[in-house]
């Protein structure tokens, strides 16, 4: 693993690496990089190139996971590869990063997720157990690409075990009266509509971020045709989350009309422009302000789309009925997600079908 300096024109010594590597398609490749301070920065790079370049398990986790995310690069959504990217820089690598993928067994595993339950912030407070349920699956994930294309005999995951919920034991929701208690509180009407769309229709942020004056249809409906994301300053328009995510739904006449007033107002914006040009993290922080402001309990944004389907099912809407409002991809998802807000639904099921065989009525002689 040879590493050879040469002179700038400025009298300054610098290194680089030169070798040749068999690539996937068997084809001998030549990798000349300069510009490394020291020898050893230069042999690093070999070293950690030709890693990648391995096939089976002894390959470094982190190199592993640097072949993981470019291949997955190409198959999911930025704002997916992003979310990704977090966990495995802050959960992941700190304690697998150095040690080769055949050397992480069992026990390994379940020191990490004991590490990752033991956990409490400055507040005392663990992490959720929906956040553990997914750390711990992005970990199963890559060692199931291990053992998929390097050869790893089994994933080390699955005999560990599993942590955390796949869903929150309570949902935070607002009734309809909590959420007109906090969007009266907000003082600047572009947050307040934004809020009112979020809560009156159950899009997600992404989506309300996502709309255009040619979306909003004179049939007092809503076209949710794309996604919205910023990841790394970059503004992407992306393709909704799932097919059914891409629907039209209709509006309220109240909201219909708040709308076509806010964009009446918009100085030169044309069919295609965005409406609202605020962030998600905009949107996090205010709820949050406001919702202290007004006296409430804490809830996300994202937790407006669940008060709206909470309202649906109060106001007696089907699952199927409500899962294509809100986009679900079968109303499997809208049932997984809602079960625990029909509690008294089996009752009156039995209250209706009771109603069917009344007593009858002993007729006077």
Known sequence: MPAYKYTLKNGKTMWYANFY??????????????????????KEYERSFMEQEKNTSDILF????????????????????????????????????NLKVCDIDTIKVRKWQNELISYRDDAGKPFSQTYLKTVNNQLSAIMNYA?????????????AGSIGKSKADEMHIWTQEQYEQFSNAIQKSSVKLAFDVLFYTGMRSGELLALTPADILSTKRID???????????????????PKAKRCISIPDFLYDDIQEYVSKLYGIEKGDRIFYFTKSALDKEIKRVAEKAGLPPIRVHDLRHSHASMLIEMGFTPLEIAERLGHESVKTTLDTYSHLYPDKDQQLADRLNQLRTPKQEQPE
């Open 224 to 242: 949710i045709n794309k996604n919205y994301a910023k990841i790394k300053g970059e503004e992407l328009f992306l393709e909704p989350k799932t």
């Open 62 to 97: 982190s190199s592993l996971v640097e072949n993981y995310l470019e291949d997955m690069s190409h198959r999911l959504k930025p704002t997916t590869m992003e979310n990704k990217r977090f966990i495995i820089q802050g959960k992941l690598l700190p304690y697998f990063g």
């Open 21 to 42: 590597y068999t690539d996937w398609t068997g084809k001998k490749k030549h990798i000349c990089k300069r510009g490394f301070k020291t020898q050893r920065e230069a």
């Open 147 to 159: 053992v998929a294309h390097y050869q790893l005999p089994s994933n080390p995951c699955r005999a």
